[in-house]
């Protein structure tokens, strides 16, 4: 006989209540069975606590909900069409709610006596308070008053909700129910039990109960905190078996010893000692190696902190191994750089490096992918061409993929698959607050190098207006004269880049006009590589005093004579990109700064920007904010895609969750890395529900 289909595995439409016109509303949002009900959270709640009399209100306080009754309305039409509403709270007192887009719809949307939550940040007309275009939800004009302690579950939902009838008051009837005649229906807690002990979790049950009608303000709190952890465990849980089984991929071992090649490097061809945190990093790299798995290590390193030479190290431990190593750059003029420092540095060596890239010559290409094959050249550095099939290695243990945020899985994969696996080490200069690296990156190992070259100054930054662009030029010039280099970077944006570039090539003109005899030279995008290639290196070498640019230098360029970074519409930057630039000068012993030019007429944000700008250079704090900012979805991207969905929790907001989600995870995946055990059946059965059944089969990878 077949097993009876759970209950709530039952589709909307087929249960009373629903139909299948608020079924399908629903189901637009991803709800299309009882269970995804019961996982359709509140947003907010309304209790005592969370609401505010109009009485109370401060002029510029902050953003409150009020409740209240409809009193009068009023569709305005003379001058700028709008709809007025009159809200009248329990005391008393009143406020307008303003509405001047969509007055057709909203004017029809209330009916007189109607209670209604308002939400958002009040403006004070004198003795007017009024709310423009507020946040509302409806509340039952019957129901229990706020005073008598109910916490009141306010459901996302919004015009499409409404019209199918499934205004809040009706969710919460529909879920009441649900509850009532069907909760001991709801599966039992599938998490084992000694992880719901441990980390003192409500009952899986109880929770979803208890975050639609909470009892009290506490019960709300334990059923957030146990919803949470859940989704931040199957995160968790999918990052630990697929670490799991790639670690079953042996790897080439090395020794963890220094070897001939490495030691020299060290001591006699670099000028300068490695920072505490470079030869942690180091560690790291060689236990890693001779572990005897596959290493998969990201070094998360701020601008400046030294990942180049950290990268060049494991490369030779591979080749004091007889391994070979190569180096993945995701630009040309980055590869050039390292092509650079490579020949600096291998050259005491003994050594041999090849600089693949694309566009060059058959035959000199020819001949590279000879020496690389027949292993004549130890080490290769290039762009993507050096992932093209046709590139075969004599013997390669390790790879470096360098800034690897601008690299997608797919080509880390396509590295990977040369040779005999290599050991992978991951360099990325965008700092990632501890939280997302443990999501984004949580099956990989992570160090932090949060240490800069001793000697360094930090650099200061400053933030002007057009008005005074003439100070800006005079310490502009100040610096030329002090044999200092300087960037001028102007944004680009692509829908409008032949625009943007107006703007560049004009403030070049205008540059080379007012800094004679001082060189300025100019680079952008739409030139040749070859061009820009010249154009660097004109300024590396101090041909040239000034480079005009477009956001191309933006990663990883290293001219330690450059001190000064001046970024025209600083406004129109990103906070990564603002960080990034900045991270081009402070890089010599000399004190550097960042003029940021922006435009007066700026956002909230963009002025946030600026401001977090001008108070630190910590990389980190500067990506916490920007996530904060940018919120987790936005900033993720397309990298998430995968990965199972965060309605509760926050990774940023939850860092605490995340943590002990993560420790519990990582440790039900060591006892059971298939997870087989019969006693695990029902965690099993929750993850595949919550990665859409692909969970385990990204397990078996590897
Ligand atoms: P990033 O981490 O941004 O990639 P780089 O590897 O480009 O940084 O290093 C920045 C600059 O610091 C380079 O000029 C490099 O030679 C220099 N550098 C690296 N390590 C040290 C050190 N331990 N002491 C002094 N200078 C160093
Ligand atoms: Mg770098």
């Not at 019957?142 to 008598?148: E, F, Q, V």
């Not at 909760?183 to 084992?192: S, V, W």
């Not at 006699?268 to 000028?271: A, I, K, Q, R, S």
């Not at 690897?404 to 997608?408: M, T």
């Given at each position: 006989m077949e097993a009876a289909r759970p209950y709530f595995d039952t589709p909307l439409a087929e249960l009373p209540g629903f139909g299948p016109k608020r079924a399908d509303v629903l189901a637009k949002t991803g709800i299309v069975t009882a269970r995804d009900l019961l996982h359709f959270y509140p947003r907010r709640y309304l209790d005592r606590s969370t609401t505010t009399l109009v009485a109370d209100l401060r002029p510029d306080g902050p953003a409150v909900t009020i409740v209240g009754t409809v009193r009068a309305m009023n569709t305005v039409v003379g001058g700028k069409m709008r709809f007025e509403l009159l809200l009248e709270d329990e005391r008393g007192g009143t406020i307008k709610g303003v509405w001047f887009h969509g007055v057709q719809w909203i004017s029809r949307s209330f009916k007189k006596g109607e209670r209604l939550a308002f939400h958002g940040k009040p403006q004070a007309f004198g003795s007017t308070w009024s709310l423009t275009h507020p946040d509302f939800d409806r509340l039952d004009a019957?129901?229990?008053?706020?005073?008598?302690g109910r916490i009141i579950p306010l459901y996302p939902g919004g015009q499409a909700f409404d019209r199918a009838g499934l205004s809040n008051r009706i969710l919460r009837r529909l879920l009441y129910t649900l509850f009532k005649e069907h909760?001991?229906?709801?599966?039992?807690?599938?998490?084992?039990p000694e992880i719901v002990q441990r980390y003192r979790l409500l009952d899986a049950r109880v929770a979803l109960r208890a975050v639609h009608f909470p009892k009290s303000a506490d019960e709300l709190d334990a059923a957030r905190r146990r919803l949470k952890f859940d989704e931040l465990f199957h995160l968790q849980l999918l990052l630990a078996l697929t670490k799991g089984a790639r670690e079953h991929v042996p790897g080439a071992v090395l020794s963890v010893e220094k070897g001939p090649l490495l030691q020299s490097f060290l001591t006699?061809?670099?000028?300068f000692r490695f920072t505490g945190a470079q030869d942690r990093a180091l560690d790291d790299v060689l236990a890693d190696v001779s572990s005897g798995r596959q290493m998969n290590r990201l070094v998360q390193g701020d601008v400046g902190s030294g990942k180049t030479v950290v990268a060049v190290a494991a490369m030779l431990h591979a080749v004091d191994h007889g391994y070979q190593g190569a180096f993945l750059a995701p630009t040309e003029i980055l590869s050039e750089q390292h092509a650079a420092n490579l020949a600096r540095y291998l050259e005491p060596l003994g050594l041999q490096h090849r600089l693949l890239l694309g566009g060059q010559r058959k035959k000199l290409r020819a001949e590279y992918l000879d020496d690389l094959a027949n292993g004549r050249a130890q080490i290769a550095v290039g762009t993507h061409a050096l992932l093209e099939e046709t590139v075969v290695f004599q013997n390669l243990g390790l790879a470096v993929v360098d800034e690897?945020?601008?690299?997608?899985v797919m080509q880390r994969a396509a590295m990977f698959a040369k040779g005999e696996r290599p050991h992978m080490l991951l360099m990325t200069a965008t700092p990632i607050p501890r939280s997302l690296a443990l999501t984004l990156y949580g099956d990989l190992d992570v160090t932090v190098m949060n240490e800069r070259p001793a000697g360094r100054k930090p650099i200061q930054t400053r933030v002007f207006s057009e008005k005074r662009r003439g100070e800006v030029m005079e310490f502009l010039k100040h610096q030329l004269r002090e044999g200092r280099q300087a960037y001028v970077v102007y944004p680009l944006v692509e829908e409008s880049e032949k625009l943007d570039l107006k703007d560049a090539v004009s403030g070049y003109e205008q540059l080379q006009a007012e800094l004679r005899p001082y060189k300025v030279d100019l680079v952008h995008g739409q030139m040749f590589a070859y061009e820009k290639d010249e154009a660097m290196q004109r300024f590396k070498s101090g041909e040239t005093d000034v480079l005009v640019a477009t956001t191309v230098i933006e990663v990883g360029v290293d001219v330690p004579n450059a001190t000064v970074m001046l970024i025209e519409h600083?406004?129109?930057?990103?906070l990564s990109q603002l960080h990034q630039l900045r991270g081009r000068v402070g890089r010599g012993g000399e004190q550097s700064y960042c003029l940021l030019m922006a435009d007066v007429k700026r956002t909230r944000e963009a002025e946030e920007r600026l401001e977090i700008m001008a108070d630190t250079d910590d990389g980190f704090r500067i990506s916490e904010f920007d996530l904060r900012q940018r919120g987790a979805g936005d900033f993720f991207g397309t990298r998430q895609s995968g990965l199972p969905d965060l309605k509760i929790a926050d990774v940023v907001q939850d860092l605490d969750v995340l943590q002990q989600a993560r420790e519990a995870a990582f440790a039900l995946a060591a006892v059971d890395p298939r997870l087989s055990h019969p006693q695990h059946a029902a965690i099993r059965t929750a993850f595949q529900r919550a990665t859409k059944g692909k969970g385990l089969g990204y397990a078996q990878v590897g």
């Open positions: 019957d129901g229990p008053a706020l005073d008598t909760g001991l229906e709801i599966e039992a807690d599938p998490m084992p006699d061809v670099l000028p690897q945020h601008r690299f997608g600083a406004e129109r930057f990103g």
